[in-house]
């Protein structure tokens, strides 16, 4: 019989479940991009995306009204703001500076607010892909020699190493059944379990982490 070193792999029956929440992760940060731009900007970007792609397509009378109306929307989106204060401004040389100093905070009239919100949506892209990562370790409990398990393991697969060798994603394992016995407690014995499933949660992981 084969020697193995004791670690616990108990991961694998949970494995739909985690990916499940990994999905709805990878779905969050979409979710809220489209919740700042619905409500916070006031702008159906996806539409007006969208639209310039149509208009790109045809021809004629129809480009001329898909153009004219993204180029409105971006009007009113970016320059309401400059159009309300296209007059002289006749105010106090210190008012005019702070005013011109809270200009550069995010702001809707001013289109910043857009920039703004991207530039956070794509933060919480990075955020949300370096969590999972580090999420993905920590479900399988790799240990500190894989702390880049996507890169190490797809190195053991290159180089011919097998399960039995690193005891990553095992195949075969020892599990506790409880058995009962006529006339005796049930008593738990340990008996030799084969694990193909990882065979496919080794993919799985290996696709995601380099995604």
Known sequence: MCSFDKSSSGYYQWVSLMLAVQAILCYLPRLVWEMITFNRVGTNLTFLLES??????????????????????????????????????????????LHSATDMLPRKRIGSALVFYYMHAKLLYLGNAVAQILLMERFLGLGSNYRFFGVSILQDLLSGRNWNETLVFPRVGFCRIPVKIVNSPIAPITAQCTLPVNMLNEKIYIFLWFW
């Open 52 to 97: 310039a792609k149509s208009a790109s397509r045809e021809t004629g009378k129809e480009r001329s009204q898909r153009v004219q109306f993204v180029a409105n929307a971006l009007d009113t989106l970016l320059f309401a703001r400059r159009k309300m204060h296209h007059r002289e401004d006749t105010r106090h040389p210190v008012v005019q500076f």
